[in-house]
C-alpha cells in the first residue's frame, strides 16, 4: 500500500466516524422530549398583612383643674364655723377652749368636704384614639407543579398556571412563562 493510499483510508475512517457521531448526536438530540407532561397543580398562597389605623372618638371624664391645692377656703370657712360653734358652747376658760377646739374641728372638716367636693368636679371632653389593626388576606404567589419527564415525576414553581405540559429544553423543564400566560 502506498501513503496515499494510506492517507485516504485514515482521512476516511476519521470522515465516517465524524459523521457517524454527528449522527448519533443529532439523533440522540431529536429523540430527546420537547414536553413534560403535567400530573398536579395546586395553588401556592401567601398570607399578606396590612397595617390599617382604626380610630374611634370616646368620652373622656377628668378631674376639672383644682383652683386651691391646699383648700384653704375649705380650711378657713370650716375653721369659722366650727369656732362659732364652739364658742356658744360653755362659758370662761371652756368657751375658749370648745371655741379653739371647734375652729380646728370645723378647720378639718372644711378641707375634707372641700377635698370631696374637687374630687367629684369633672369635665367632660371627647378624644380621639387610634390603634394600629393588621389585615390579614391571602394572595396567589405562584404554582408547585408537579410534572412527568422520561418516565420520572419532578416538581417546579411556576409563576403562572401551566396547561397540559410543560416545554422542556437540554433536558430541563422550562418554567418561564410564556408570553401568553396568565398568572
Same mark, same amino acid.
Not at 28 to 33: A, G, H, I, N
Given at each position: ?13 476519521? #470522515? ?63 375653721? !369659722? ?16 377652749? #370648745?371655741?379653739?377646739?371647734? @375652729? ?40 408547585? !407543579? ?34 401568553? @400566560?396568565?398568572?
Amino acid at each position: 500500500m502506498d501513503k496515499s493510499m494510506m492517507k485516504g483510508l485514515v482521512v476516511g475512517g476519521l #470522515a465516517t466516524v465524524v459523521i457517524g457521531a454527528s449522527g448519533v448526536t443529532g439523533y440522540q438530540t431529536l429523540m430527546k422530549p420537547k414536553v413534560a407532561e403535567v400530573v398536579e397543580v395546586k395553588e401556592v398562597m401567601a398570607t399578606v398583612v396590612t397595617p390599617r389605623e382604626r380610630c374611634e372618638d370616646v368620652a373622656v371624664q377628668r378631674q376639672a383643674p383644682v383652683k386651691d391645692q391646699h383648700r384653704i377656703a375649705g380650711t378657713v370657712i370650716g375653721g !369659722v364655723a366650727g369656732g362659732l360653734l364652739g364658742s356658744t358652747i360653755g362659758g370662761g376658760n371652756g368657751k375658749t377652749l #370648745a371655741t379653739v377646739a371647734g @375652729a380646728a374641728a370645723g378647720g378639718y372638716a372644711g378641707n375634707q368636704v372641700q377635698k370631696n367636693m374637687q374630687q367629684k368636679d369633672t369635665v367632660a371632653s371627647v378624644e380621639r384614639r387610634c390603634k394600629t389593626i393588621n389585615e390579614k388576606t391571602q394572595k396567589l404567589s405562584g404554582y408547585q !407543579v408537579t410534572y412527568r419527564l422520561d418516565g420520572k415525576d419532578g416538581t417546579v414553581r411556576t409563576s403562572f398556571k401551566p396547561g397540559a405540559t410543560l416545554p422542556v429544553k437540554d433536558g430541563q423543564v422550562v418554567i418561564t412563562p410564556p408570553p401568553d @400566560a396568565k398568572s
